[in-house]
Every structure is written in C-alpha cells, then in structure tokens.
C-alpha cells in the first residue's frame, strides 16, 4: 500500500507539473506605427462672385455706402483647417475697368479702386488694401486650427479709387464701366 501510495503520488505530481506550467502568463507586443502627412485644406466660398452693383454715387465719385467700413459684401467659407503650424495669406487686386477705352485716362478720373478684404475666422483678423504691385498678407497659427462655427468670413469694405500708377487718388471719378479683381485666400503648412 505504501508503494501504490508513492506510485499515487508520484503520478500526481507528474501531472500537475505540466498544468502549472500552462497556468504562468504570457505575452507579446506588437508595436503599431503610421504617419500623417502635414496638410491644409480651404473650401470653396459660398460665393465665388460678389456684386458690389453701382459703386458711385450722384457726383461720379466712390459713394459714402461702399467707402464706408461697413461691409459692402461678404461670403463665408465653410472648411479650412491645418494640421501643423500654418500660414494663411490674403492677395487681393485692384477692382480694375474690364474693358477701358483706348485714350489715357483723364486727370481727375480712375480706371482703378482698391478695398479692403478681411478674412474672420483663423487665429486672428487678416486683411488687404490691395494696391498695384503689393504682395500678399500672412497670419501665422503657431499650431494645428481650423476655423469653427461658419468658418471663415471675407469681407469687403472700404473702396477708394487708385491713380494710374496704383497710388490713392482722394475724389477721383470713376469712368463709367464693369470693374473687376480678385481676392485669393490660401493656406499653407510652416
């Protein structure tokens, strides 16, 4: 009996070794990797045309309505965001007389209006008075941003007219015509 006892045991302990064993834990770890390329991105604006209709008032000259900070038009641009730091810039040109006549513009008279074009939405205001020749303006986001709510507002106030040469002409008359310029708005990662 006593040696079907240690046979007993003997086995017992044979088979709760391998049982043990299988009981301990284990793992392994597997690392999981990717990458995001930095990006901006900027819809289309709710708008791609602003009328301004008559610019002038009864004496020829840019009317106090649309001289005025008052916003003469505006459209929003719903999505715009950046991923990293970016810079946003503004580039506006001259509204300019599509189709000018063949004589020079006469002393008194403008071919070419500036205005100002504010963008509400990003980090902080931004604006351009455009004139002929200026370069864009920039607003720098020292981080990620999008714009929230509507998004991004432009406005556009505060028409003058320009001299030939793209300078300001105080009380020039505006010669009769349709007038256009531009107005781009972009984003870009630092």
């Known amino acids: 009996m006593k040696r079907s006892l240690i046979l007993t045991l003997a086995a017992t302990v044979a088979l709760a070794a391998p049982l ?3 009981a301990q834990n284990a793992s392994a770890t597997v690392t999981v990797n ?3 390329t930095k990006a901006c991105v900027i819809g289309q604006p709710a708008s791609v045309s602003l009328a301004l209709g008559d610019l002038t008032g009864p004496d020829g000259r840019i009317s106090a309505e649309k001289a005025s900070a008052t916003p003469s038009q ?3 641009i719903a999505t715009a965001w950046c991923n990293a730091p970016s810079t946003m810039s503004i580039d506006g040109s001259p509204l300019s007389l599509t189709a000018p006549p063949a004589y ?3 002393a008194g ?3 070419l209006i500036s205005y100002k ?3 509400i939405g990003w980090t902080g205001a931004l604006f351009d008075e455009p004139l002929v020749g200026d370069s864009a303006k920039t607003l720098a986001a020292p981080s990620a941003y999008a714009a929230t709510g509507d998004g991004l507002k432009l406005d ?3 028409l003058k007219t320009l001299n030939t040469a793209g300078s300001a002409a105080a009380a020039a008359i505006v010669e009769a015509g349709s007038y256009s310029g531009t107005v781009v708005i972009s984003v870009a990662t630092q």
Do not use: H, Y
């Open 34 to 36: 990717g990458e995001v």
């Open 74 to 76: 505006s459209t929003t």
């Open 20 to 22: 043990a064993a299988q």
């Open 156 to 158: 556009i106030s505060s």
């Open 117 to 119: 074009a504010e963008v």
């Open 109 to 111: 008279f403008s071919r």
């Open 104 to 106: 020079a513009s006469p």
